[in-house]
Each structure stands twice: as C-alpha cells, then as structure tokens.
C-alpha cells in the first residue's frame, strides 16, 4: 500500500521559474510514489482574492500549469476545495476546537495585523479549513514550502485536540518540506516573487522570457554576473557552465543570451502541451476528480460525525 500525500495549491496568477524548482517540480518527481492528491485551495484564495474573473481564470491556468509540468491526472486525484462542501464542513468543526489566542498566533494572520491591513474572518480560521484539507484524506505526507511550516503545526495541534476530546479519529500528518533548490533568485538577485516584480514567467513566449532575462542586474565589475550565473545554474551544471563564463567573462550580453536560449529549450516544450490543453479538458479533470475524492473525504468525516454526536 502507497502512502498517501495530500497538497494543496492557491491559484495565485502567473507561475515563475522560482514556483517551477521550488514547487512543481518537487511534485513531479515525487507524486507517482505516493497515492496523491492535489486540490486547488480557491476558499483560500477567497480570503485575499475579491475578483470573480481572476479567481476563475486562475484556477484554470493552475490545473493546465500543473498538467504542462508533467502531471498525469490519471495518477493524482486533481480537484478543486469548493467543489467538495467536506472540507467547509470539517473545518467548522475544527473551529470548534481550537481558541482565539491560538489562531492569533497565525504567522498569516499576524503579518496581516502587522501591516495595519484588516484580516478578515476566513484569514483568521484559514489555517483550520486547511487542517480539514488535510485531514479528511487521512493523509500521511504533506509537501510543502517552507512557508507553510507553521500551518501543519496547526494541523498536528488540531488533531490532537480533537482526538483527546473524542478518540483516535483523525491522522496526524508528517509535513515534507519540498526538497527544491532552495530559493530561486529574481532579475535584481532577491527572492524571485510576484510581489518583487522581478520574475521569470514559467510560460512565457520566447520574447518574454528574453526580455525578463535581459533585465537582470548585473555590476560593470568584469566579473562573473552573479544573477545571471545563479538562473542559469539550475539549468546546467557547474561544470558545463564555468569555462562558458570565463570565456565570456564581462560579455553580459553574450552571457543573457545564452541563458535565454537554454530558459527557451527548457520552457518550450512545457509551454506547447500548455497551449494544447484547453477549459474543457480542465473541467473534466476537475469534475473527475472530485468524484474520487469524495469517496474518500465522505467516509472519513461520517467517521466525525458520529464522534461528535450528529450522525443520527
Ligand atoms: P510568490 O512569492 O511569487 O508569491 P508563492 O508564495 O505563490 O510565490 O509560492 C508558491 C510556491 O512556489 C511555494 O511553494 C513557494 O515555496 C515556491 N516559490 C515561490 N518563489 C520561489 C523562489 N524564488 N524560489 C523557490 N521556490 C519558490
Ligand atoms: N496554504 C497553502 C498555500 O498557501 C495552500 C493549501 C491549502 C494547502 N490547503 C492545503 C497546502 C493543504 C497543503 C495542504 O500554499
């Protein structure tokens, strides 16, 4: 019998290279050995996003990254939070459980605070709804980034305050965090993000990708154009790369170009399967696979249910 992992994904708008190695592709090469799930958090989403468009729109996108990648939804139960009532269902519960100063300590919650912004009530018992996305899989391994430490935390403390008031129901899980390359470096050498505006698009055309790549920063020193090295370390080995940096040596340009060619190698092929899958095969993959995850999430919260009294 495979273990089973459960994750989780916002769907959060355009994917950069970091989201590639730091999230994608971990899942790839990991999924297949596991029994997997993976769910599209778009209630989560609710909680920062207030655009119908968007939130439509990127919930498609995300199903059809995930697929470009390299996902087969024939080997993963792909589906989307809102479409199974189980997890708002658990989650309430779960509410039930836990206390205001202990969801207060929420590092999302705090941040929120700590910016003068009002959280709303959903980013205050977030991490609850995403102790029900986990648990109702009784699941045993959850990837994630390393942001999301804290979340599984909650997770574990859930479970344990719900089984010490009525028995060994819920699972505790084992967080993983993903196994990436660390953090990938943006166009003016901090962290690549979408709120840096320093990103490589995952999907870019080729003229986009070039253009995000010629805007990288670089010193007039002569030297080795650190950013430029870092990007295109995930792409080749040292070994390849170092004479190509010192025959180049102070040709940033020359140096771009090339990163761009091997950027376009890698992407191109990722982003013609992308352009090929269209909406509806998105929503047959999504109605699938809620199917399945019912099955699942349907007996383990009967399993609650009756614990805690309202199974009748
Ligand atoms: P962003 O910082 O662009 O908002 P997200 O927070 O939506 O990205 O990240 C989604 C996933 O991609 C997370 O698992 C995160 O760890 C990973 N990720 C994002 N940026 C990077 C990066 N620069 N390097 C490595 N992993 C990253
Ligand atoms: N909170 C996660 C994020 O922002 C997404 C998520 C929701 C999740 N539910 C989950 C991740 C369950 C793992 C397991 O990235």
Not at 15 to 43: R, T, W
Not at 198 to 227: A, Q, Y
Request: hydrophobic share 40%; net charge negative; with cysteine.
């Amino acid at each position: 019998m495979k273990k089973r992992l459960f994750t989780g994904l916002q769907p959060s708008g355009d994917l950069h290279i970091g989201n590639y190695y730091g999230a994608l592709k971990p899942f790839v090469d990991m999924y297949e050995a596991y029994n997997s799930f993976l769910m599209i958090a778009d209630y989560h989403a609710l909680t920062s996003l207030r655009d119908s468009e968007a939130l439509h729109q990127n919930t498609i996108n995300i199903v059809k990254d995930y697929l470009a990648v390299g996902v087969d939804p024939e080997k993963v139960v792909i589906f989307r939070q809102s479409d199974n009532p189980d997890h708002t269902e658990l989650g309430w519960i779960l509410n039930c459980m836990v206390t205001v100063p202990f969801l207060m300590q929420g590092h999302a919650y705090k941040d929120k605070v700590a910016k003068g912004i009002e959280p709303n009530a959903g980013l205050f018992t977030y991490p609850m709804l995403m102790a029900a996305d986990i648990l109702l899989y009784d699941t045993d391994v959850v990837p994630v980034g390393e942001d999301q430490r804290q979340h599984l935390e909650y997770t574990r403390e859930a479970v344990g305050k719900f089984n010490r008031a009525y028995g060994d129901v819920l699972k505790e899980p084992e967080t993983v965090i993903l196994d990436g390359v660390g953090v990938v470096p943006g166009t003016d050498g901090q962290k690549m993000s979408k709120s840096y505006k320093n990103t490589i698009p995952l999907f870019g055309t080729t003229e986009e990708v070039e253009k995000s790549v010629m805007h990288i920063v670089t010193d007039s020193n002569g030297e080795r154009p650190e950013n430029v090295y870092a990007i295109h370390r995930l792409l080749k080995s040292a070994e390849e790369l170092d004479p190509i940096y010192e025959t180049y040596k102070g040709k940033y340009g020359d140096l771009k170009k090339m990163l761009a060619a091997d950027l376009e190698t890698m992407i191109a092929p990722m982003r013609e399967r992308r352009n090929a899958i269209t909406d509806e095969q998105v929503r047959a993959v999504l109605a699938n696979g809620v199917i399945k995850a019912r099955e699942v999430s349907g007996s383990v919260l009967e399993q609650v249910r009756t614990a805690i009294g309202i199974a009748l």
